[in-house]
Structures are given as C-alpha cells and as structure tokens.
C-alpha cells in the first residue's frame, strides 16, 4: 500500500514536521522504489480484446444438424471456444496421476472483466442481406446471385449472441479418456442476446457494429468460454436432396445467404499488473532486452538511476520556512515537479523503458487472436477428397524424401508494441458442413474425429505440424526467424499438444463426438525438460519486440535444436509468424476410405496469451 | 488560458518567503497533495495506452498445386465496390416485379466507398470490348473487403498493414507467384486502395459523409514486396529458419516469405463512440480472378486508454 495518511492540522494545533514533512517523505518514498501501486490510480485497469475476423459464414454451414436416420439431431450454432489462462507466475494447477489436476487461484490475480462485446459484418454499406453463391434450388455451388443486394430476405441476417462458459475437461475427466457427452457442453450462459434481421435493414443507424456495452462480468481463469452464433435462417433449403440431407425443410426454397467480413471483439478490462522482470535465476524469460537485465536495475526506479527525491525535514522548534532546504515550498515542489513529469514505466515500441520509473504496475494481460486454414473452397478441409482442400496435395516437400503430402497455411502479422508471451492455445474445429455427406460421408458422426483415446490431442488420421515463430527481414537486411512454440505430433516426443477441452456446439447432441477442442501448445523449452508453466509441459516466457540499437542485445532463447542461444533474429524481429501443416498418419492428405474432417467449418484458432506494456500514445516516430 | 493562481500542479497553495502562513492553509495544501497522491488521476500517468491487435486474414482454395484446374466459385469476403452498376443490375429483383432496370429507391449508398477510383486504375483494357461501359470499368469490377470496428472509448490507430503472401522463389514448387494482374500487363503498376473511414457520428449509414483517416489509392502494390533483395536476405536453405521449416529440407511447401507486404504507420486518433471501417479493394479480372486466390493478412494495430 504507497496511499498516504495524514495527521490532520486543525486549529491550535502544533505544527510538526508529521504534517507536513512526513507525508511528503511517504510520498518520495515511493516514488524513489517505483511504487506508484494501482490501488491508488484512478484509471487501474488496462484493456484488451479478443477479436475474431471470419471472412464468411455461408449457407453451406450447417444450422440444423441431422442424424443418419432422419431425425433431427439439434441446431448447430456457429462456434468458437477459447480461455483465458493466468500469466505463468500465476498459474498454479495441482494433481497426481489417476486423479485429475486441480486449479489454484490465488489473491492478487488480476481480474479480468468482459466490459463489451461488438458484432459486425459487411452489407456494402446496403440495407439489404447479401445471397451467397449457392444456388439452392439446384446444388452448391451453382448460384448467380452471390454479392448481390436482396432487399426481400433480410430475415436471413435474424441471429443469436450469446456468451456461454464451462469447466475444463482437464479439470474435470476422471481419467485420461471421458467421453462423457455432458462434459461436452456449457455449464451456463453468460447472456443471449437475439437480433431480428429487420434491424438490418433500417437506413437509420443500422446496428452494424452491434455492440453491447457494460456486461462487467468477470472472467474466470481455466474456463472455456464459447461465443455461439446461431442462424437459423441463413440456409432457407427447399426439397431434400441428395446434396442436401441434413436439411428437414420441405417447403420451396428461399434464396441462401452469407455473413461477409464478421468481426467479433470481445474487450475485456484487467488490473494493471508487475511486468516481468528478468531473472537469470528464477525468471529467466527468454529473448528479453539485456539492456536493464544484465544489471539490478530491470525496473529504473529512482532509487536505481540515482535520481532520488529528497525530503529535508527542519529540525524541532526551528522557523516555519518555506524556502530553505526544509521549507515547505521547497519540498513540495520535489514532490509537484515529480507530478509534473507524469508517472512513467511501460515499454515503447522500440522495447526501450522509461529513464525513469515511478509506477508499479506497468503491464496488463494480452490476447492476439490468429484465425489458420479459413475460408477455403468448402471452408473445411476433408480427408476423403483431397482436391477440395486448396491443400498442397501431390508436393513433395519433405526433407525426409517421403511423399509429404500436405495441408498448409502461414499467417504473418507485423508487430507494433512489445509483448511478453506466456501460453499459446490452439482452438480446433470440426464442425459440420452441410454437404460433407454429399462428398461421400455415409454416416453423420463420421464427419467428426473419433473420440481420442490421446491426451495430446493426436488423432489417428491427423498428423500437425505447427509452428509459431517470429522473423525479421520485412524489408531489412536480416532475414532470420526463431520458434517462440513448435509440435510435431508426427514425432510421437515431446513437446506435445495437451488437450484442455472437449466442446460440443451441437444442442441436445449426446453423441460422444465434439465439434471443437481446444490444445495447449507448449512453448519452446530445453531439450532437458520444461521449466515454464501450463496446463502440460512449458518453456518460459518469451519476449518478442522490436528494438533500437542499445535493446537488440537480447537474453539467449531455445533453437530449433532445444539449446539455448543467442536469438539468430538478434532482438531485430519485426513479426510474428504461424505455420501449420496438417497431413493424415501416411503423410499424404487424401484416403478415399475416410470421411473425417482434418479441419471443421470456419478453420482453427490460435491464441497468444501474455502481457503487454504500458507505452505513450505518439513515440515521437512514424518509421518502421 | 485560464488564470491560476498557483504555479503548483498538485495544490493551488503558494508559500514563499515573507508570507504570512497559517495552519488553515498548510491543512488544506496537505490534503490537496495527499487526495492526489491516493487517487492519481489518469492525466498523471505518461503511458496511459496499451495496444489493440485485430488481424484478418484467410487462405482460399487457390493454393492448389499441382492440384486440379484453378475453380473459383466464390469470391467471399469481398464484396462489389458499387451497389449500383450501369449497364448491369447487382441487386436482385423482387419476386414480384422482374422487370426492374434500375437500382430499386432503397439503395442507399450507390457508392459505398469513396476514395478508391481514379482513371489510371482500371482493370479494363481502353478500347475494349468492356470498355463500353466507363462506370463499370471505373468502378464495377472491383471489390471490397470491409471491416467494421467499434470504439466506446478514444483510440488511436498505429499502424494498418496489408499482407499478401506468395511463395518465395526457393519454394519446394519451384517457381514464385508474384502478384501481378495478368489480365493487362499495361495495367500492372497501379491496383486498389486501402482505406480508413469513420462514420458519419449523426448520420452513421450516409457513407457520403464518412471521414476519410487514411487512403491510399493508385496503391502500386507490386512496389512493396516483402523484401526486394530476398534472394540475399533470405539465401535460399542457409537463413536461419523456424521449424516447420520452409527449406528444402524443411516440411513447409512455401518458401521464404514473399509477396506484398504494406505496412503504414500511423498516428490516427479516434473519438469515442467511433465506428471505424477498414477496407481494401481489389481488381476483379473478369475470370482469371487473381487476386481472389492470393492469402491476405490485414492487421490493425491501435491503442486503447487504461480505463
């Protein structure tokens, strides 16, 4: 606590140093230790967001989801899981074997808050809903109306929002393998909120972004949470069909539709909290700036950069002053010109701290979101036909001189302000497109993976490779790359996926299969062993920012050989990087005997969870 | 500026040599110092914002190869420039009346963007067949990918970036892809725009009115490529790579990091209550559809006030 009581001076009272010098002694006190705390700010809580870009949900996902025998199954409502684990130095989970791990959350933990949620997609600027490019009355694939402006049907933009949440199977299995279909599904809604297509429609403030402001509803740590969609009248399907058999429509067909460009942030508040601080015995983050490090003084309190104030406190009975060394006016203004300087501490662009630091708390918890392998031809990628995957299917790229067939994405997303990166989360998807089935699915459960008997996440039938790195030489003379994570499930040796969650998006479904499980993927870390922590095995934190000359130098990071060493981007990176490469068990991508999906309706999701920096608003410099 | 009396920050008490001073004045000065010290306004703090990510981006299916003939089928997420088209209807017509020949009253933003189309940029060869149709070659055979964001509170916008990949010249497929429009080499050097709205805050659906934060328009974006000097940048098999690698001996089928890559710093602020609405265009080549078939990655970076 750095707030500050006082003795009150009421009248007739003897004036003594305790009232005036002695607060503002406190007062430098914690200004010299860099102990501005966040208890006495007024604005505490930094923010962030976790934002979903989906370039299209069409009419080929499929909203109601039937069985083989022609019963209805329960609406399939558009989804995507995620969670939002502690930082590493609050993650604290217990367990022994045959008994499932156990959580911890400890006093102190920042809270984090959802505060608003927004929903967009684009209309063009039209008041109408906008047709996709099947034509329904025939088959897939096969309309002319994609793009256009349908002034009739906005109804097909009628929807549903809703937040729901559920423990983790982690948490919860009772073994290695549950399958139970109850665990599969949220425990309780956080809110829904319904939006009549009309809306969308009006010429006057159309609620395109929807936003709704001020849920304060605060998020637990080692829970899954699942943002639902559901569309009910985006497929509008007519006669049943061959190509169509999971619909239970009978009536004539209505035109189909798409959402184009959906954007989805969540933005949530969350206590300022201590950076990281470098620790070549306890916290040895990797990658970080050795500008600080190498010495004491990682945080540059004033105590460290010599820059002390100091309050000189007259001696009793002496002349009331003000300025002397002692004098009232004198000290206040140590304490006035401190204020006037602003408080600093955070990271700026160029991962360079302030000269000198007075607050605490300088850092707050991150989320960047980085959508994989979405919007292909048939937004899913199938194993029974490998020519509809947009796939890489007869290259031979392996080293290994096999015919490595392959699925493949890379997103790059240049970095801005600095970050310190704690856990990475992979969301998978296999939900159902309507017409699998019409791609030679002979049953429905089929489409989705089998139950896994591996707590790693590796199927039978799917082989992934992933990678998540960063890389300078985005025009520089540099061209180098380092793994912050990398899984190979090929390899059968760690480091490994470690399934957090199974989700079922499908209501009332109580089949044992899932339409989406969510994957701890494990920091890089020593060939000897892990020494981060995670829901399974860690590295520990990395850092990744850009630098200027005197923060290139950087601590050693773990290679692709699973030694540490001098980062071979030499504190130089300038972006992050994600590659993923899925194959089936014989290293191709296409089995005719198969139906499985490799990757469901609307591609996967990957998170970076960590901490980011206070920084200024305007660096002082527009170059890259 | 409006008078103060006090050139103190934290108290509008004054004590100087030959004033008279009483314990009434030295209470309240202590309280106006120790009231800011335990509630420190946010105006006292120099690093009052941290960053906002929103990244887009996709891979369509047009990454085939060898793979089967190139198929387009649809173009999603992007969406016609214009809502209205001379020479040709893109709205649907009702049920009822079939026989409407031009855009129905309810069309509310012929142009739903603006800022994006010059003379120079056209994907249409002068004096062909197209041609005919000026408004159409200006402005109907490009498309748009729009994404709308929302600020409650005051923002800045830092840095916009646009990525579009293409395998490096060392792919494992023997052979890079640039982008580049092949539909008319004569029209290779200028393509689309990249652009920054907000809306209009009391006529939020009149995208006449919209504020224009950034255009780019005439983007050659063949003249921002990843690296111009790759080849020694990225020396093919030998740059320090991540692992799935994407050398030789690697099991990424890519290469090194190629294609455009747009990055714009910027120092755009935001009022609260801003919807913003990001949007690239692009050139629809009239069948070869290029563009469609390349991975783009859009990224805004902004910052947010602690709150």
């Not at chain 1, 499929?62 to 558009?78: E, F, K, N, P």
């Not at chain 2, 320090?240 to 455009?260: E, K, L």
């Amino acid at each position: 606590m750095s707030k500050v009581t006082r003795p009150k001076l009421t009248r007739g009272t003897k004036l003594k140093t305790a009232h005036v010098h002695g607060v503002l002694g406190d007062i430098a006190t914690d200004l010299n230790a860099s102990n501005v705390t966040i208890d006495q700010l007024s604005d505490s809580m930094g923010t962030f967001r976790i934002n979903f870009h989906i370039p299209c949900i069409d009419s080929r996902f499929a909203s109601v989801v039937q069985r083989v025998d022609g019963s209805i199954a329960g609406l399939q409502q558009y989804a995507i899981p995620f969670t939002l684990p502690p930082a590493q130095n609050y993650f604290k989970k217990t367990g022994v074997v045959g008994d499932p791990p156990r959580f911890k959350v400890d006093r102190g933990v920042p809270r984090i808050i959802l505060d608003e949620f927004s929903f967009s997609f684009d209309q063009g600027a039209a008041n109408a809903a906008r047709p996709d490019y099947h034509d329904i009355t025939t088959s897939y694939g096969a309309g002319t109306n994609e793009g256009t402006l349908d002034y009739e049907e906005i109804d097909a933009y009628t929807m549903e929002l809703s937040l729901s949440e559920k423990d983790q199977w982690f948490f919860t299995a009772a073994s290695a393998v549950d399958g139970a279909a109850s665990k599969r599904h949220p425990k309780r809604t956080i809110f829904t909120y319904p939006i009549n297509g009309a809306v969308f429609a009006s010429k006057v403030n159309k609620p395109n972004p929807f936003v709704i402001t001020d849920i304060n509803h605060v998020m637990r740590p080692f829970t899954t949470y699942i943002i639902y969609l559901s569309l009910p009248n985006l497929t509008k399907v007519g006669v049943q069909s061959a190509s169509m058999p999971n619909s239970p429509y009978t009536s004539n067909p209505d035109r189909s539709h798409a959402l184009y460009s959906v954007q989805i942030s969540l933005k949530c508040r969350t206590d300022l909290d201590r950076r990281d601080e470098y620790s070549a015995a306890s916290n040895s983050i990797r990658n970080y700036p050795s500008k600080d490090s190498a010495t004491t003084d990682s945080i540059r309190s004033r105590t460290v950069t010599g820059d002390t104030i100091s309050i000189s406190t007259p001696l009793s009975n002496t002349d009331i002053e003000a300025e002397t060394a002692g004098g009232i006016n004198t000290n206040i203004q140590f304490v006035d010109q401190a204020f006037r300087d602003k408080f600093r501490g955070g990271f700026n662009d160029r991962s360079e701290t302030a000269a000198t630091q007075e607050l605490y708390a300088d850092s707050c918890y991150e989320v960047l979101t980085i959508p994989l392998l979405n919007n292909a031809q048939d937004q899913v990628y199938g194993v029974k036909n490998a020519d509809l995957n947009g796939s890489y299917a007869g290259v031979l790229p392996s080293g290994g001189g096999g015919a490595y067939e392959s699925i493949a994405d890379r997103r790059i997303i240049p970095l801005k302000e600095p970050m310190i990166v704690h856990h990475i989360i992979l969301a998978r998807s296999f939900m159902d497109p309507a017409t699998y089935a019409a791609h030679g699915a002979p049953t429905h459960t089929e489409k989705y993976p089998a139950l896994d008997p591996n707590a790693n996440g590796i199927f039978a039938n799917i082989q992934t490779e992933l990678g998540v790195g960063i890389g300078s030489g985005l025009r520089g003379d540099l061209g180098a790359y380092i793994n912050l994570a990398y899984v190979n499930t090929a390899v059968g040796a760690a480091p490994q996926f470690t399934v957090i969650d199974y989700i079922n998006s499908i209501g009332n479904y109580t089949s044992s299969a899932y339409t989406h499980d969510l994957l701890h993927v494990p920091l890089m870390s020593l060939a000897t062993g892990s020494t981060g922590l995670g829901y399974g095995s860690n590295g520990l934190p990395i850092y990744m920012g850009k630098s200027w000359d005197p923060t290139s130098g950087r601590t050693n990071a773990i290679n692709t050989a699973g030694a540490l060493a001098t980062p071979a981007t030499k504190g130089q990176e300038q972006f992050l990087e994600v590659r993923i490469r899925l194959s089936n068990s014989a290293g191709a991508v296409q089995d005719a005997t198969s139906s499985k999906l490799y990757v469901g309706y609307g591609g996967l999701w990957l998170y970076v969870i960590g901490k980011k920096y206070l920084t200024r608003g305007y660096h002082g410099d527009a170059t890259t | 500026m409006a008078y103060k009396k006090s050139p103190r920050k934290i108290t509008g008490h004054q004590f100087a040599k030959g004033t008279t001073i009483d314990g009434g004045r030295l209470d309240d000065c202590m309280e106006d110092i120790s009231s800011r010290w335990n509630e420190v306004p946010g105006g006292d703090i120099e690093p009052r914002w941290t960053q906002t990510v929103f990244h887009a981006g996709w891979q369509p299916k047009g990454l085939t190869y060898p793979g089967p003939a190139f198929t387009w089928k649809h173009h999603y997420p992007w969406l016609t420039v214009k809502n209205s088209i001379a020479g040709g209807n893109n709205w649907l017509a009702v049920a009822t009346d079939d026989s409407l020949t031009t855009a129905p009253d309810s069309v509310q933003n012929v142009y739903r963007l603006k800022g994006y189309a010059n003379n120079n940029n056209n994907a249409v060869v002068p004096g062909s067949a197209d041609d005919e149709y000026p408004d159409l070659n200006r402005f109907g055979w490009r498309r748009a990918a729009t994404t709308a964001l929302y600020f409650s509170r005051p923002a800045i916008i830092t840095q916009m970036s646009m990525l579009i990949r293409a395998d490096g010249a060392d792919s494992i497929l023997g052979t890079n892809r640039p982008y580049q429009y092949t539909y008319s080499a004569a029209l290779d050097a200028v393509h689309g725009a990249v652009l920054l709205d907000v809306d209009d805050p009391t006529n939020t659906e009149d995208r006449s009115l919209n504020t224009k934060e950034f255009a780019r328009s005439q983007y050659a974006f063949r003249a921002l490529p990843f690296n111009e000097h790759a080849s020694s940048v990225f020396v093919a098999n030998t740059f320090p790579d991540m692992f799935p690698s994407v050398h030789a001996t690697g099991t990424m089928p890519y290469g090194r990091p190629d294609g455009i890559a747009m990055v714009e710093e910027t120092n755009i602020p935001l009022p609260a209550d801003s919807r913003v609405r990001f949007t690239v265009v692009i050139e629809d080549q009239r069948g070869s559809h290029v563009p469609f078939y390349k991975p783009y990655s859009l990224t805004i970076h902004a910052l947010e006030m602690v709150e």
